[in-house]
């Protein structure tokens, strides 16, 4: 009978290899336990084992361990997840970017698929902007209004006027 929870095990490992959300790892776990207790408890007390350990691991430890592995999806205001590496860095606009995509760069070779942050932005190539979340692989970003300072403009037109 341990056979078959090991094949439940693998099965489920596999499954969470997919899928990375930590719910067919708790029941991996659970199969591996029960597979362990296979000559100690009987058939319908291995059920049971089995059972109460797949939901105190989806139910207890599964939360507790995504928390752990910044896996939850913490978002203001929208939905998605959080790169803490991303989020709030720089980046250059290299394609336009508008509410329904673009593309900008991060650094000197790091490409994001991006969206405007706010729906009514249309924020043109070249333009600097702040990734303010990640939704999967595309960034939502915000332009970056650089200060205008007075003096520069009315410098550049005296300089012209005077000819120099």
Known sequence: MSWLWLVVAVAAAIGEALTYDLFLASVAAAALITAAS?????????????????????????????????????????????????????????????????????????????????????IQAGKPVRVMLVEGVTALVEPIVEPVDPDSDGEAKLLSEKGT
């Open 38 to 122: 296979v000559f100690v408890l009987g058939t319908s007390l291995q059920v049971g084992l089995f059972a109460v350990l797949c939901l105190v691991g989806i139910f207890f430890v599964r939360p507790a361990a995504k928390a752990a592995l910044g896996l939850s999806n913490a978002s203001q205001g929208h939905t998605g997840v959080r790169h803490p590496y991303v989020v709030g860095r720089r980046a250059v606009v290299t394609h336009t970017v508008t509410e329904d995509g673009g593309q900008i760069r991060i650094g000197q070779g790091e490409f994001w698929s991006a969206r405007a942050y706010e729906p009514s932005d249309l």
